[in-house]
Protein backbone atom coordinates (compact mmCIF):
# COMPACT_ATOMS: atom_id res chain seq x y z
CA UNK A 1 0.00 0.00 0.00
CA UNK A 2 3.04 2.51 0.94
CA UNK A 3 4.87 1.42 -2.18
CA UNK A 4 1.72 2.47 -4.39
CA UNK A 5 0.56 5.26 -2.74
CA UNK A 6 4.23 6.78 -3.34
CA UNK A 7 4.18 5.65 -7.19
CA UNK A 8 0.97 7.12 -7.45
CA UNK A 9 1.62 10.78 -5.98
CA UNK A 10 5.29 10.74 -7.83
CA UNK A 11 4.45 9.85 -11.39
CA UNK A 12 1.73 12.08 -12.06
CA UNK A 13 -0.25 12.28 -15.57
CA UNK A 14 1.87 15.16 -16.28
CA UNK A 15 5.01 17.33 -16.00
CA UNK A 16 3.87 19.50 -13.48
CA UNK A 17 2.38 16.92 -11.28
CA UNK A 18 5.72 15.29 -10.02
CA UNK A 19 5.43 15.73 -6.72
CA UNK A 20 9.37 16.13 -4.83
CA UNK A 21 7.75 15.67 -1.51
CA UNK A 22 6.58 11.95 -2.54
CA UNK A 23 10.15 12.04 -3.87
CA UNK A 24 11.93 12.18 -1.16
CA UNK A 25 9.32 9.42 1.01
CA UNK A 26 9.98 7.20 -1.74
CA UNK A 27 14.00 7.05 -1.06
CA UNK A 28 13.29 7.17 2.74
CA UNK A 29 11.07 4.53 2.59
CA UNK A 30 13.90 1.83 0.42
CA UNK A 31 16.50 3.10 2.16
CA UNK A 32 14.79 2.16 5.64
CA UNK A 33 14.49 -1.32 3.96
CA UNK A 34 18.00 -1.31 3.41
CA UNK A 35 19.62 0.13 6.57
CA UNK A 36 18.00 -3.27 8.63
CA UNK A 37 20.73 -4.92 6.33
CA UNK A 38 24.22 -3.12 6.91
CA UNK A 39 26.75 -1.75 9.22
CA UNK A 40 27.31 1.21 10.31
CA UNK A 41 30.15 3.85 8.11
CA UNK A 42 29.77 2.29 5.31
CA UNK A 43 27.72 3.89 1.80
CA UNK A 44 25.18 1.23 0.39
CA UNK A 45 23.56 1.59 -2.61
CA UNK A 46 19.47 1.22 -2.17
CA UNK A 47 17.63 -0.38 -4.69
CA UNK A 48 14.99 1.27 -6.56
CA UNK A 49 12.13 -0.02 -8.69
CA UNK A 50 12.21 0.02 -12.23
CA UNK A 51 10.42 3.02 -12.82
CA UNK A 52 13.01 5.29 -11.65
CA UNK A 53 15.88 3.84 -13.80
CA UNK A 54 18.43 6.33 -14.24
CA UNK A 55 18.26 7.47 -10.18
CA UNK A 56 20.91 6.65 -7.59
CA UNK A 57 20.41 6.46 -4.20
CA UNK A 58 22.76 5.21 -1.29
CA UNK A 59 22.25 5.32 2.94
CA UNK A 60 25.26 5.59 4.97
CA UNK A 61 24.47 5.42 8.70
CA UNK A 62 27.08 7.43 11.16
CA UNK A 63 27.80 7.63 14.98
CA UNK A 64 27.61 11.51 15.85
CA UNK A 65 31.00 11.17 17.25
CA UNK A 66 32.46 9.76 14.26
CA UNK A 67 30.84 12.67 12.04
CA UNK A 68 33.09 15.12 14.87
CA UNK A 69 35.63 13.52 14.37
CA UNK A 70 36.11 12.56 10.57
CA UNK A 71 33.97 13.76 8.60
CA UNK A 72 32.19 12.21 5.81
CA UNK A 73 33.06 11.55 2.38
CA UNK A 74 30.03 10.67 0.62
CA UNK A 75 30.99 10.39 -3.08
CA UNK A 76 30.01 13.31 -4.44
CA UNK A 77 29.14 15.64 -1.23
CA UNK A 78 31.91 16.26 1.33
CA UNK A 79 31.08 17.09 5.24
CA UNK A 80 34.15 18.14 6.81
CA UNK A 81 35.13 17.54 10.52
CA UNK A 82 33.70 19.49 13.52
CA UNK A 83 29.89 18.84 12.80
CA UNK A 84 27.52 18.93 15.53
CA UNK A 85 23.75 17.75 15.34
CA UNK A 86 20.72 19.40 15.85
CA UNK A 87 18.67 17.71 18.05
CA UNK A 88 21.76 15.89 19.07
CA UNK A 89 21.15 11.95 17.71
CA UNK A 90 23.57 9.67 19.10
CA UNK A 91 23.58 7.88 15.48
CA UNK A 92 21.94 9.76 11.87
CA UNK A 93 21.80 8.47 8.58
CA UNK A 94 22.22 9.95 5.31
CA UNK A 95 20.21 9.44 2.29
CA UNK A 96 22.42 10.61 -0.45
CA UNK A 97 20.88 10.20 -4.57
CA UNK A 98 21.33 11.28 -7.50
CA UNK A 99 18.67 12.36 -10.25
CA UNK A 100 20.39 11.53 -13.41
CA UNK A 101 19.45 14.30 -16.06
CA UNK A 102 16.22 12.85 -16.95
CA UNK A 103 13.91 13.14 -13.70
CA UNK A 104 15.95 16.33 -12.77
CA UNK A 105 14.44 18.06 -15.69
CA UNK A 106 10.92 16.71 -14.72
CA UNK A 107 11.14 17.42 -11.04
CA UNK A 108 13.26 20.50 -10.96
CA UNK A 109 12.91 23.56 -13.61
CA UNK A 110 13.86 27.19 -13.15
CA UNK A 111 12.31 30.30 -15.17
CA UNK A 112 14.85 31.96 -17.36
CA UNK A 113 17.61 28.98 -16.84
CA UNK A 114 18.47 25.34 -18.03
CA UNK A 115 19.88 22.78 -15.99
CA UNK A 116 23.28 21.67 -17.46
CA UNK A 117 24.09 19.34 -14.04
CA UNK A 118 21.68 16.15 -12.53
CA UNK A 119 20.05 17.29 -9.53
CA UNK A 120 21.84 15.77 -6.59
CA UNK A 121 21.46 15.63 -2.83
CA UNK A 122 21.12 14.48 0.72
CA UNK A 123 18.71 14.20 3.82
CA UNK A 124 19.85 13.50 7.22
CA UNK A 125 17.19 11.20 9.31
CA UNK A 126 17.89 10.07 12.84
CA UNK A 127 18.86 6.18 12.98
CA UNK A 128 19.17 5.17 16.61
CA UNK A 129 17.38 2.25 15.59
CA UNK A 130 19.29 0.14 14.17
CA UNK A 131 17.23 -1.62 11.92
CA UNK A 132 14.64 1.38 10.88
CA UNK A 133 15.24 5.53 9.67
CA UNK A 134 13.36 7.62 11.64
CA UNK A 135 11.08 10.00 9.70
CA UNK A 136 12.65 13.19 12.20
CA UNK A 137 15.13 15.33 9.81
CA UNK A 138 18.24 15.98 11.39
CA UNK A 139 20.41 19.18 10.91
CA UNK A 140 24.11 20.01 10.73
CA UNK A 141 25.34 22.62 12.48
CA UNK A 142 28.87 23.28 10.55
CA UNK A 143 31.81 24.53 12.83
CA UNK A 144 34.83 24.09 10.64
CA UNK A 145 34.38 25.05 7.09
CA UNK A 146 31.24 24.43 4.42
CA UNK A 147 29.72 21.05 2.47
CA UNK A 148 31.62 20.93 -0.87
CA UNK A 149 29.35 19.27 -3.48
CA UNK A 150 31.35 17.37 -6.40
CA UNK A 151 28.88 17.47 -9.83
CA UNK A 152 29.63 15.01 -11.41
CA UNK A 153 29.13 16.05 -14.70
CA UNK A 154 28.35 19.69 -16.57
CA UNK A 155 26.66 19.44 -19.79
CA UNK A 156 28.59 21.11 -22.84
CA UNK A 157 31.18 22.64 -20.34
CA UNK A 158 33.80 23.17 -23.17
CA UNK A 159 30.98 25.72 -24.80
CA UNK A 160 29.80 27.56 -21.99
CA UNK A 161 31.21 30.07 -20.18
CA UNK A 162 31.97 29.27 -16.86
CA UNK A 163 31.04 33.03 -15.35
CA UNK A 164 27.80 31.91 -15.78
CA UNK A 165 27.59 28.94 -14.51
CA UNK A 166 25.66 29.00 -10.80
CA UNK A 167 24.88 26.66 -8.57
CA UNK A 168 21.08 26.73 -6.92
CA UNK A 169 19.71 25.18 -3.62
CA UNK A 170 16.24 24.59 -4.23
CA UNK A 171 14.74 25.24 -0.43
CA UNK A 172 11.78 23.50 1.10
CA UNK A 173 9.11 26.06 0.72
CA UNK A 174 9.53 26.20 -3.31
CA UNK A 175 12.28 29.07 -3.43
CA UNK A 176 15.91 28.88 -5.05
CA UNK A 177 18.96 29.97 -3.78
CA UNK A 178 21.68 31.17 -6.11
CA UNK A 179 25.44 30.89 -5.41
CA UNK A 180 28.74 31.10 -7.05
CA UNK A 181 30.44 28.37 -8.20
CA UNK A 182 33.59 27.86 -5.61
CA UNK A 183 35.78 26.07 -8.26
CA UNK A 184 35.45 24.18 -11.61
CA UNK A 185 32.56 21.66 -10.96
CA UNK A 186 32.26 22.68 -6.63
CA UNK A 187 29.55 23.97 -4.89
CA UNK A 188 29.15 24.52 -1.28
CA UNK A 189 26.50 24.33 0.84
CA UNK A 190 25.76 24.93 4.45
CA UNK A 191 22.85 21.96 4.93
CA UNK A 192 20.83 19.70 3.12
CA UNK A 193 18.97 19.92 0.23
CA UNK A 194 18.85 19.34 -3.44
CA UNK A 195 21.60 21.16 -5.79
CA UNK A 196 22.27 21.60 -9.02
CA UNK A 197 24.37 24.15 -11.28
CA UNK A 198 22.20 26.03 -14.07
CA UNK A 199 23.17 28.73 -16.72
CA UNK A 200 20.95 31.45 -18.47
CA UNK A 201 19.07 29.86 -21.25
CA UNK A 202 19.19 30.92 -24.58
CA UNK A 203 16.55 33.54 -24.52
CA UNK A 204 17.66 35.10 -21.84
CA UNK A 205 21.30 35.35 -23.19
CA UNK A 206 20.17 37.01 -26.14
CA UNK A 207 17.82 39.59 -24.45
CA UNK A 208 20.75 40.26 -22.41
CA UNK A 209 23.04 40.64 -25.65
CA UNK A 210 19.98 42.99 -27.32
CA UNK A 211 20.53 45.17 -23.55
CA UNK A 212 23.65 45.85 -23.73
CA UNK A 213 23.42 46.80 -27.18
CA UNK A 214 20.80 48.92 -26.13
CA UNK A 215 23.27 50.79 -23.51
CA UNK A 216 26.09 50.93 -25.92
CA UNK A 217 24.21 52.76 -28.78
CA UNK A 218 22.93 55.47 -26.23
CA UNK A 219 25.84 55.93 -24.35
CA UNK A 220 27.56 56.56 -28.05
CA UNK A 221 24.62 58.44 -28.56
CA UNK A 222 24.99 60.61 -25.60
CA UNK A 223 29.01 60.96 -25.77
CA UNK A 224 28.90 62.29 -29.29
CA UNK A 225 26.10 64.91 -28.06
CA UNK A 226 28.59 65.99 -25.01
CA UNK A 227 31.16 66.29 -27.20
CA UNK A 228 29.62 68.09 -29.85
CA UNK A 229 28.31 70.83 -27.30
CA UNK A 230 31.72 70.68 -25.63
CA UNK A 231 33.19 71.73 -29.27
CA UNK A 232 30.92 74.38 -29.77
CA UNK A 233 31.37 76.00 -26.38
CA UNK A 234 34.55 76.30 -27.36
CA UNK A 235 34.18 77.68 -30.49
CA UNK A 236 31.82 80.28 -29.33
CA UNK A 237 34.52 80.92 -25.90
CA UNK A 238 37.28 81.60 -28.75
CA UNK A 239 35.32 83.61 -30.47
CA UNK A 240 34.60 85.78 -27.89
CA UNK A 241 37.53 86.08 -26.27
CA UNK A 242 39.33 87.11 -29.38
CA UNK A 243 36.75 89.97 -29.97
CA UNK A 244 37.68 91.15 -26.10
CA UNK A 245 40.97 90.97 -27.30
CA UNK A 246 40.76 93.39 -30.43
CA UNK A 247 37.75 95.71 -28.16
CA UNK A 248 41.05 96.45 -25.90
CA UNK A 249 43.71 96.69 -28.69
CA UNK A 250 41.16 99.34 -30.20
CA UNK A 251 40.88 101.35 -26.74
CA UNK A 252 44.64 101.46 -26.46
CA UNK A 253 45.60 102.31 -30.37
CA UNK A 254 45.43 105.98 -31.90
CA UNK A 255 42.36 107.14 -33.99
CA UNK A 256 42.93 107.46 -37.91
CA UNK A 257 41.01 110.28 -39.32
CA UNK A 258 38.64 109.64 -42.12
CA UNK A 259 38.61 111.30 -45.48
CA UNK A 260 36.24 110.20 -48.76
CA UNK A 261 37.64 109.34 -51.58
CA UNK A 262 35.67 109.10 -54.64
CA UNK A 263 32.37 108.33 -52.44
CA UNK A 264 34.31 105.67 -50.38
CA UNK A 265 35.21 106.63 -46.97
CA UNK A 266 38.40 105.75 -45.91
CA UNK A 267 41.05 105.92 -42.72
CA UNK A 268 43.40 107.98 -43.22
CA UNK A 269 46.28 108.99 -40.90
CA UNK A 270 46.39 112.44 -39.39
CA UNK A 271 48.10 115.72 -41.42
CA UNK A 272 50.25 116.71 -38.55
CA UNK A 273 53.11 115.77 -38.37
CA UNK A 274 55.45 115.57 -35.14
CA UNK A 275 57.09 119.17 -34.63
CA UNK A 276 61.21 119.12 -34.57
CA UNK A 277 62.42 119.31 -31.28
CA UNK A 278 65.99 119.98 -30.83
CA UNK A 279 68.24 117.72 -28.88
CA UNK A 280 69.65 120.14 -26.71
CA UNK A 281 68.94 123.84 -25.89
CA UNK A 282 72.36 125.08 -26.98
CA UNK A 283 72.31 126.46 -29.91
CA UNK A 284 75.85 127.63 -31.60
Given at each position: ??F?S????T???????????????????????????????T?Y????P?????M????????????W??G??????N?????????????????????????S????????????????????????????L???????????GS?????????????????????????????????????????V??K??????????????K???????????????????????????????????????????????E???TI?????????????????V???????
Open positions: MVSLLSSLGGSEDSYDREALDALFHYYANQTLAKHHTGLKVPLSNFSGEVSIVRLRSGSLGRANLSLFVPRRVKTSPYVKRLAIVYYNLGKYWTRYYQIPDYSLVSPVIGFNVYASSNLTASDRNVTLILTNISIHFPYIEAEDKINVTELKCVNFEPDGSVEFKDMTERNVCTEAGHFCVVTPSLGVKERVWKWWVIGFVSAIGGLIVLVSAGVIGVILLRRMKIKAMEKESDTAALDWVRGDKMPAASMVRTQPLEHDYVP
